[in-house]
């Protein structure tokens, strides 16, 4: 069974930051390419960051500079460190992982940027 596991969500400050992580089991996680969606009430799902399997990155271009994506594929695991957070960032926060015609997503984690 393949499962995608996000964790590290919660309610942060604005400027602040927090750290996101998506463990995975039952794939053989480093042929994989990794990516981050988040989605808001009301709003379009939106890919923020990507990282491939050759550790090539691409971001958003509202989070660049901001979001910082990894991954460690002994440990089946990749992150985002998220800085200087804006309300805007307030979302459900999606792992996936796609591989040609394998694609998989995790439960999902809520960030809260609020005063």
């Known amino acids: 069974q393949v499962q995608l596991v996000e964790s590290g969500g919660g309610l942060v400050q604005p400027g602040g930051s927090l750290r996101l992580s998506c463990a995975a089991s039952?794939?053989?996680?480093?042929?994989?390419?990794m990516n981050w969606y988040r989605q808001a009430p009301g709003k379009q799902r939106e890919l923020v960051a990507s990282?491939?399997?050759?550790?090539?990155?691409n971001y958003a271009d509202s989070v660049k500079g901001r979001f910082t994506i990894s991954r460690d594929n002994a440990k089946s695991t990749m992150w985002l460190q998220m800085n200087s957070l804006k309300p805007d960032d307030t979302a459900t926060y999606y792992c996936?992982?796609?591989?040609?015609?394998?694609?998989?997503w995790g439960q999902g984690t809520q960030v809260i940027v609020s005063s």
């Open positions: 996936n992982a796609r591989f040609n015609t394998l694609t998989y």
């Open positions: 039952g794939v053989t996680f480093s042929l994989y390419t």
């Open positions: 990282i491939t399997s050759g550790d090539s990155t």
